[in-house]
């Protein structure tokens, strides 16, 4: 007698696909992949506790229900702030700051363990406020606009240490704009206007002084020409005299006698007394 072996048991086959989907849903439910995406890092965090060691890029496999990733960005990114201060002469100074940050890959986990993912609330805008507030105390509100570049420079080293013991990185930080009271604004609007009438009057000034120093040339000029007119006829007249002299003094000695004897194309003596 002979027993089919091959004889389908359908006992069997719902035994294997209740394993098959209670393997499937363990998989699922449990989840013990975790994939670390491009800019990120991953914070071990086995039964609650934080680990040494953090999870770089890619796929990474971790003890269901132990261990918890959280995931943490460590890609630069921009942050504004707006915040007030008082600049050396108790000017009110209302600035936004734009900071470009990023935490350091390698202490994450510390990060998240001391701080937590609110970290911009808890640390970096406190710093930033303190930050702006000590620098602006250094200068008068006309150098916070004439020293912009200086005061920026300030900030940013202030804030690069104070973050950095935080294990985040400044990358870059700008000013993105200087508000001042509408007092102040007014009283640098007034200075400003009195600035340029002042410096308009100083060229008028110049203009007119130069316009002077032309004229008195220019008369110079024309006195030194009718002098020279003048010197000149002195001398003309002068000459004429001297001629005048001359003939005198000739008629003078002349013996009232002709001479006899004539050099060719000569004239006579005294010919030319009635000119």
Same mark, same amino acid.
């Given at each position: 007698m002979f027993t089919n072996t091959n004889r389908f048991n359908p006992d069997v086959f719902i035994s294997i696909i209740i394993i098959g989907f209670v393997i499937l849903f363990?998989?699922? &439910?449990? %989840?013990? &992949?975790?994939?670390?995406?491009?800019?990120?890092?991953?914070v071990i965090m086995t039964w609650g506790s934080v680990g040494d060691k953090v999870f770089e890029e890619g796929i990474h496999f971790r003890i269901p229900i132990a261990q918890k990733i959280v995931k943490i960005e460590v890609r630069t990114v921009k942050h504004e702030v707006d915040t007030a201060a008082y600049s050396k002469d108790l000017? !009110?100074?209302?600035?936004?700051i734009a900071l470009n940050y990023?935490? %350091?890959?390698e202490k994450a986990n510390r990060l998240f363990q001391e701080i937590g993912k609110d970290y911009e609330i808890r640390i970096i805008d406190p710093a930033i406020n303190e930050s702006v507030k000590a620098t602006t105390a250094k200068f008068t509100a006309q150098e916070l606009i004439e020293k912009r570049e200086i005061?920026?420079?300030?900030?940013k080293t202030q804030l690069k240490i104070r973050l950095l013991e935080r294990n985040i990185i400044v990358d870059e930080l700008s000013i993105v704009n200087f508000d001042f009271s509408a007092e102040y604004e007014k009283a640098i609007e007034a200075k400003q206007v009195s600035q340029q009438q002042a410096l308009k009057a100083? %060229?008028?000034?110049k203009r007119i002084k130069v316009e002077a120093e032309q004229r008195v040339a220019q008369a110079k000029a024309e006195a030194e020409a009718i002098r020279a007119q003048s010197d000149a006829a002195n001398n003309e007249k002068y000459v004429s005299l001297k001629a005048l002299e001359v003939q005198l003094e000739a008629i003078k000695k002349w013996n009232g006698v002709l001479p006899t004897t004539f050099v060719p194309n000569? !004239?006579?003596?005294?010919i030319n007394l009635n000119k």
């Open positions: 363990d998989f699922i &439910f449990f %989840n013990p &992949f975790v994939i670390i995406g491009a800019g990120q890092r991953g000017q !009110t100074v209302d600035a936004k990023h935490i %350091n890959p005061v920026k420079d300030e900030i100083e %060229n008028d000034l000569s !004239t006579l003596p005294f």
